[in-house]
């Protein structure tokens, strides 16, 4: 019998995961706690090292007919327009990578990988209350009743995991002090205005980002960051004020005013991360994703850090022989796993919290040139 993984999560980490074991022959069943996929209005920049992965996984052509394709990711001052740093995409950055760099609307991602994973093995609609492992293997409890047991757990829950907080403990989440205003909208409202291909405006104290996320143009998303002391917990679906967010932008570049004026309503999101933890791994469960390493989105590469995380754990339970090694095999794999994830994740989560990505000269080889189905990977001692 092949193993047999849960993933707690279907987000894109938990996605991904699901779409990389099962091109190595595990059987996976994912739990996720919403009822149904929604299709949430914000963009994402998938950088070339996650192209890699969702080449493997079969996605990159979907993916470049319905996302741009830019030339760059250009840094410029919020008022005078100076370019500070143009990060070079397109054809070169392909050329010197392996794999494209594309803007996506969040949701168009995210159908990419669901379509990489059969229906009847994702379960929506439970959310996780319990998780405790036996010498069988994991067993899992759910808010509606449903129980299940896996040899192994992949929790991908994101930055509020219950089963990190069930292993390692609860902690909240380190607060920034900032808040993202967001939103995509029709570019038709931009009333012939060109935004080009990806600018981020930078501030004293805040900044913003946008660019399109069609291969038309026909789609546009913006994304700041700017203080607001006052929070609550981290959604996706919080909405905020559009005049609060045009009067913290007074003053900048008319082409940012511009693009603001355009948009007719915005969702808010706090900001924030964690520290790197030293564990993500108890015997048979794993944490991926933002449930081990939530970062500020100033690199945009929080999703792509869980889309590695994907083909990495992937590669490692392949090695395992549930006939011979069983569940030894399997801590020892997920072992492996982390030991070959934790220095890059967290090098990444810490440089993002510096928020100065771009904003002058930028050496992004070591981000944008990983492979995580091609890299050494490590044993453990």
């Known amino acids: 019998m092949p193993m047999n993984i849960a993933i707690v999560g279907a987000g894109m980490g938990g996605l991904a995961a699901a779409a990389a074991l099962r091109k190595q022959g595990i059987a996976v069943t994912v739990y996720e706690q919403a009822p149904q996929f929604a299709r ?74 669901a379509s990489a994973v059969p229906d009847e093995v994702i379960r929506l609609d439970h959310r996780l209350v319990g998780v405790e492992q036996t010498a069988n293997g994991v067993q899992l409890a759910f808010a509606n009743g449903h129980h299940a047991e896996a040899d192994a757990v992949i929790a991908a829950e994101g930055v509020n995991s219950v089963v990190r907080t069930a292993l390692f403990g609860d902690t909240d989440p380190h607060f920034t002090g900032r808040i993202a205003y967001r939103t995509t909208y029709p570019a038709r409202l931009l009333d012939g205005f060109d935004m080009g291909d990806c600018t981020k405006w ?42 609060v967010l045009r009067a913290a932008f007074e003053g900048f570049h008319p082409d940012v005013q511009r693009v603001l004026a355009a948009c007719p309503s915005v969702h808010k999101r706090v900001l924030v991360d964690r520290d790197p933890l030293e564990r993500w791994v108890e015997g048979r469960i794993a944490l991926l994703g933002d449930a081990c390493h939530p970062m500020t989105p100033y690199m945009a590469q929080g999703a792509a850090m869980a889309i590695e995380d994907a083909a990495v754990v ?41 928020n100065s990505w771009g904003k002058g000269v930028t050496e992004t080889d070591w981000v944008y040139g990983y492979n995580a189905w091609t890299a050494p990977l490590k044993v453990p001692n």
């Open 202 to 243: 930078w501030g004293e104290d805040r900044h913003i980002v946008m660019y399109p996320v069609k291969a038309d143009r026909s789609e546009v998303y913006f994304v700041t960051s700017q203080p607001e002391p006052e929070h609550g917990r981290e959604s996706w679906s919080e909405t905020g004020d559009v005049a």
């Open 40 to 113: 949430i209005g914000a963009g994402i920049q998938i950088g070339c090292n996650a192209m890699h992965v969702l080449r493997g996984l079969g996605l990159e052509q979907a993916l470049r007919a319905q996302t741009f394709y830019p030339r760059s990711w250009s840094n410029r001052h919020w008022q005078s327009g100076e370019l500070l740093f143009d990060m070079v995409f397109g054809a070169p950055a392909e050329e010197k990578y392996g794999a494209p760099y594309l803007l996506a609307h969040r949701g168009d991602l995210h159908a990419a990988l």
């Open 314 to 354: 992937s590669r490692c339970l392949a090695e395992v022989d549930p006939e011979g090694q069983g569940a030894d095999g399997i801590a020892d794999a997920f072992l492996k796993y982390q030991l070959n994830r934790q220095e890059r994740t967290a090098r990444v989560q810490l440089t993002s919290r510096q």
